[in-house]
């Protein structure tokens, strides 16, 4: 049975008590004395995770990022970790009560060391001679004021001595400033406790988890600090936060402390549910900081310049931090081989299942109980025999799907939708993706439709839509707008009932479908120019247009279409003259908020299928999957990947509550479509030259499909919006930087 834990509501009054207590504190709370820990006692931060009243890791991990947001180096973990080890149930209960009765009130610190068990050798090691523990111990925090060490020793068992004798501590300055202690211990416990070994290797995880949290709390500071300078740091006669690469410096440190934040976030709620594989989420959350936390802490100190390299500032309290937490308990290396560990030393080595709720979860068990019916056998393996650019869009799939309704899953029924939630769209993307089926319907011009067409519009157009018979284009870009829409030049005039439309559109995809949604100018003399948009539905078939396809370097197409002289009903416009613009940028904000999903989801199938090869293959008579590079890259690659999923469901979170903040969406396209791009580069890198045969080329990877993934992710940083134009969406809209 699942324990009664916190809700977010209360999750969220400890972190603002928290952070009001260290705000208070300021500068003191850098320097750890008695007098600052019976402080944080009487908060009631010693307790944290006692009972499930007082919290589990979800709490742990909120009050170490805070810690770490005001350099507190103060044991709060060490006192969690014992707090969770539940230790008035074992052995000598009235010592243990008694302690833990002291550790409560602030009379008793107590630091904790994992020894020999930690992954870092230079942790030290731990034994018992009769009845004495013989240890020798680095990284041990706050040496100077602890009142108690416990140590894990060989059995496993934890040892708890008292400091005041038997104990010699040495400081071990780091980075050029105080930080962690060398312990030398020959003392008599006053306890010794049994544990498993998997329990300890479960403490030793969250005391990383712990280390992660306050790393991020740390460069979350100081990258807040660096946004706000740099929109009031002037040079050259303006705010340095307008320069665009300062701009896009910080949105890239803000993607990074995104997806940490979100992959500890469900680490720890894994671990409070009780989930099966919260290891697995844990080592992603711990690869995913450790790649990008100390960057971002280097990033940081770019954007401050010399002032955040004074000592007088607090910036280099945090960087230090970042390096002190991300090191510890072996860094890097022990997640990465743990997530490798899984994709390729198991056969059924896969991501595993987020739970979607309730209908979510079912959904996704139609959903794939009918691909297994409809897309299989036959059909399937002839669609699979097709190059490309003809297995892109199936009409026969299309009317199939259409008589599901799962076109229109999240329409509002009275569009003949059926309400689905985010979660159950992700469900339906999931398994489409890993069935390889082909796209349907069209998602963009049905939203579209819903919100700025005319009923007449809706009854017309909506219905071929959600049956799967009708599928459109997007005409936006042309030879000088291409992110820079509002610069576009194609123009529609007014002529009775209909508009004559003459102009050229380029890069179009889906050309060949039913409809164009076309953004054209109405006013050309509009302030500020995007006034001046309007757009209309255009039937492909109408007189004038003139399409010249070109092929496109994944193996698709895409076309330079001409508009001469195109009369279209006036009765196809959507929306009033001049509010094309909000048309246009409501449909892109909805297409990113789900196109970033759509994008890992396909790295993450293409992923796993690199893994079950690499697990069967072979390098100059070795097993590749024993290789070490191999296993670096993969695990790295797992962890890369996790994050983008990370970010799909905040996405899909925050549709569920009714809002679709486009900064968010950046973020999820930008990190989406760059992970991409470094999976194919990384695959390429492991496989060789035989991973660039392309398909049907006899002894073709995977059938040619990395290549062209790789070739294919080009388009992913250029289209609807490029990722230059996405970052400075974030640093403006997200982070609040002067435009």
């Known amino acids: 049975m699942l324990r009664e834990l916190p809700s977010d509501e209360d999750r969220q009054i400890l972190q603002e008590a928290v952070r009001g207590f260290f705000e208070d504190q300021s500068e003191k709370a850098a320097q750890v004395t008695p007098r600052l820990w019976k402080q944080l006692a009487a908060q009631g931060l010693t307790q944290i995770a006692a009972s499930p009243a007082e919290g589990g890791l979800r709490e742990i991990v909120l009050v170490h990022e805070e810690a770490g947001r005001a350099a507190c180096r103060a044991p709060l973990a060490d006192a969690a970790l014992i707090n969770l080890m539940q230790l008035r149930a074992r052995g000598d209960a009235g010592v243990l009560r008694s302690l833990v009765d002291d550790l409560h009130s602030g009379d008793a610190v107590v630091a904790l060391s994992f020894g020999g068990f930690d992954h870092d050798g230079a942790a030290g090691w731990a034994k018992m001679e009769s ?3 013989i240890a020798e111990l680095g990284f041990v925090e706050s040496a100077d004021i602890v009142t108690h060490l416990a140590v894990f020793v060989p059995g496993p068992a934890l040892a708890i001595v008292e400091t005041s004798d038997g104990v010699a501590a040495e400081p071990a300055p780091m980075m050029g400033k105080a930080g962690w202690w060398r312990v030398r211990i020959d003392a008599v416990p006053i306890v010794l406790v049994p544990f498993t070994d998997a329990e300890v290797r479960d403490l030793l995880t969250v005391a990383a988890l712990g280390e992660t949290a306050r790393a991020l709390g740390a460069a979350r500071r100081a990258f807040e600090q660096a946004v706000a300078y740099a ?16 701009q896009h410096k910080l949105a ?4 990074a402390l995104r997806a940490v934040q979100l992959t500890i976030a469900n680490a720890a709620a894994q671990y409070d549910l009780e989930a099966g594989q919260w290891h697995w989420f844990a080592a992603s959350a711990q690869a995913t900081a450790a790649g990008s936390l100390r960057q971002v802490s280097l990033e940081t100190q770019h954007a401050f310049g010399a002032i955040g390299y004074s000592e007088e500032h607090e910036a280099p309290r945090h960087f230090r931090q970042v390096h002190f937490s991300m090191l510890r308990h072996g860094g890097q290396r022990p997640p990465v081989e743990q997530l490798a560990s899984h994709f390729l030393d198991h056969d059924s080595g896969a991501f595993p299942e987020y739970d979607l709720g309730a209908s979510g979860n079912a959904f996704r068990d139609e959903v794939r109980t009918w691909l297994d019916g409809y897309w299989s056998g036959e059909r399937r393996a002839r669609h699979e025999q097709l190059s490309f650019r003809e297995r892109e869009y199936d009409r026969e799939f299309a009317r199939a799907l259409g008589q599901t309704g799962w076109i229109g899953l999240n329409w509002p029924k009275r569009f003949g939708g059926q309400e689905r939630g985010a979660f159950e769209q992700l469900a339906f993307m999931e398994e489409m993706e890993h069935a390889e089926a082909p796209r349907a319907g069209a998602p963009v011009q049905a939203a579209m439709l819903q919100v700025y067409g005319t009923p007449e519009q809706q009854q017309r157009y909506l219905p071929e839509i959600l049956r799967g018979e009708a599928i459109y284009g997007m005409g936006y870009s042309e030879p000088q707008a291409g992110s820079d829409l509002a610069s576009l030049k194609t123009r529609a005039v007014r002529d009775g009932d209909h508009y004559v439309i003459n102009g050229q559109k380029i890069w179009t995809t889906t050309y060949w479908g ?3 949604l076309l953004a054209t100018r109405t006013d050309p003399n509009a302030t500020p120019p995007h006034a001046g948009i309007t757009m209309f539905i255009v039937p492909m078939m109408t007189p004038g ?24 009903p006036a009765e196809n416009r959507i929306g009033a003259e001049g509010e094309g613009w909000k048309v246009l940028t409501g449909a892109l904000a909805t297409e990113r908020g789900f196109i970033g999903g759509g994008i890992v989801l396909k790295v993450a199938h293409m992923f796993e299928l690199l893994c079950e090869h690499i697990r069967t293959a072979e390098r100059r008579g070795s097993p590749m999957r024993q290789d070490p590079l191999v296993r670096a890259r993969i695990g790295t690659l797992a962890a890369e990947i996790e994050a983008g999923r990370r970010m799909m469901v905040y996405c899909a979170e925050q549709v569920d509550k009714g809002e679709t903040p486009p900064d968010e969406a950046a973020v999820s396209k930008v990190y989406s479509g760059e992970l991409m791009e470094r999976f194919g580069e990384t695959a390429l890198d492991l496989l060789g030259p035989e991973a660039l045969l392309s398909e049907h080329s006899p002894g073709a990877v995977l059938r040619g499909r990395i290549e062209q993934m790789l070739r294919h992710s080009l388009m992913w940083v250029i289209s609807i919006g490029t990722n230059e134009i996405q970052r400075s969406l974030i640093a403006q809209r997200g982070l609040g930087l002067p435009r």
Do not use: K
């Open 514 to 516: 039913e409809y164009m």
């Open 231 to 246: 929109g009031e740091r002037r040079q050259f006669g303006q705010p340095i936060g307008r320069f665009q690469a300062i």
């Open 252 to 255: 890239n440190c803000h993607i």
């Open 131 to 133: 009845d004495r523990l």
């Open 545 to 568: 247009i003139t399409i010249r396809p070109s092929e496109t370097m994944y193996g698709g197409t895409f076309a330079n279409i001409f508009y001469d002289d195109v009369r279209v």
